[in-house]
């Protein structure tokens, strides 16, 4: 068997009138992530690992902000499309881990849901998916509550 690692961060402003979205889920607060897509950290975290571990570039390369085809895309959307770039290489998601860094609102009550819609859209157990949420002990952007940004981890095998 052959395996594949990559990692993935992203980094997004909070801001008013604007949905915060992460894994997915949208959770209640009083702001949003910033972004050309739906600036969903955790999931545009989890893709650049995917398309890292097989060296095919980042998220900015398929889905340019430039590109107003993808303002306010659903970044589960976009996940599903790497997840089929990296099948039709031969390749699967062994497991993905993750941590997302936000001062507010409290992830923890959110982690499951989260995990549970990566899942589906990869077609995952929900084990395989790792979630973990820390705050910046208000370091930072986001200690200071300026932004939200997640790590990933991916390890991808060849398809059987």
């Keep these: 068997m052959n395996i594949r690692i990559g ?4 980094i997004h402003r909070l801001v ?16 949003g992530l910033l972004g050309h897509s739906d600036a ?6 989890i893709m650049d690992a995917m ?18 085809k993808w303002a ?4 589960l959307m976009l996940l599903s499309q790497v997840d089929r770039l990296i099948r039709e290489k031969g390749w699967r998601v062994s497991n993905i881990d ?17 995990r549970d819609r990566l899942a589906a ?15 910046n002990e208000k370091l930072g952007p986001e200690g200071r509550e300026e932004g939200i ?5 991916a390890l991808l095998v060849t398809a059987d």
Excluded at 72 to 75: K, Q, R, V
Excluded at 121 to 135: F, N, S
């Design 7 to 10: 990692n993935g961060y992203d």
């Design 16 to 31: 008013s009138g604007r949905p915060l979205i992460l894994g997915g889920v949208q959770i209640s607060h009083e702001m």
């Design 40 to 45: 969903d950290v955790l999931t545009h975290a």
């Design 51 to 68: 398309l890292g571990a097989l060296s095919l570039g980042d998220i900015g390369h398929y889905f340019p902000p430039s590109d107003s």
């Design 72 to 75: 306010g895309a659903d970044s």
């Design 98 to 114: 993750s941590v997302i860094v936000a001062e507010r609102p409290k992830l923890k009550p959110h982690i499951l849901a989260m």
């Design 121 to 135: 859209v990869l077609e995952l157990k929900p084990d395989q998916i790792g979630i973990k949420a820390t705050t």
């Design 149 to 153: 940004s997640a790590y990933s981890v």
